[in-house]
């Protein structure tokens, strides 16, 4: 009988004190999100006892991300996992720069072209952009908000811009 020469496994590979730095990294995350969220209710009253106030939802939520969040870091510690990648900003950077046009064009331009610019600079936030769908889709988008919001829901919203 022959027998196989298997090539050995590979070694759990150790950087640092993390295996798996993705959700090391994620669970920090949430545990500083809790720690804010905790501080920031902090001055709220209620949840002490059984006494019930603004602040028992926010501490509830909070102490609970805290714990999920601390369950996600020690899941980086003991379990392998993929190294970190390289951050991209186009995404976050075009999404952010679309809400914040729309914070500032809402009122001078109307919904219909405010909602429209949204669309397409949302749209720059992916490399794999099709424009003639982008297009199509910010029209129908752009179209339908401007029947929802006014008519359907009876906001009051300026349609186009007052010039």
């Known amino acids: 009988m022959s027998e196989r020469n298997d090539p050995p496994s590979k070694a759990t590979h150790w950087h640092g004190f993390v295996r798996n730095p993705q959700d090391f ?3 920090l995350a949430l545990v500083g ?3 804010f969220a905790l501080w ?4 709220l009253p209620g949840m002490r006892g059984f006494s019930f106030g603004p602040g028992t939802a926010p501490r509830l939520f909070g102490g609970l ?3 999920l969040g601390a369950a ?9 996992g993929s190294p970190l990648e390289k951050y991209r900003v186009r995404g976050p950077l075009f999404v ?3 809400i914040l046009l729309f914070a500032v064009t809402i009122r001078p331009l109307g919904l219909v072209i405010s909602s429209f610019l949204t669309f397409i600079i949302s749209a720059m936030a992916s490399e794999e952009t099709r424009w003639i769908e ?3 889709a910010a029209i129908a988008l752009t179209a339908f908000c401007a029947f929802l919001f ?10 186009w811009p007052r010039f």
Do not use: E
């Open 25 to 27: 990294y994620g669970g």
């Open 72 to 80: 996600v870091m020690a899941i980086g510690f003991f379990s392998d």
């Open 150 to 159: 006014p008519y359907v829901l009876n906001l009051p919203f300026q349609i």
């Open 33 to 35: 999100l809790a720690a």
């Open 96 to 98: 952010t720069a679309s």
């Open 65 to 67: 991300l805290l714990c």
């Open 134 to 136: 982008s297009l199509i």
């Open 40 to 43: 920031a209710s902090s001055d």
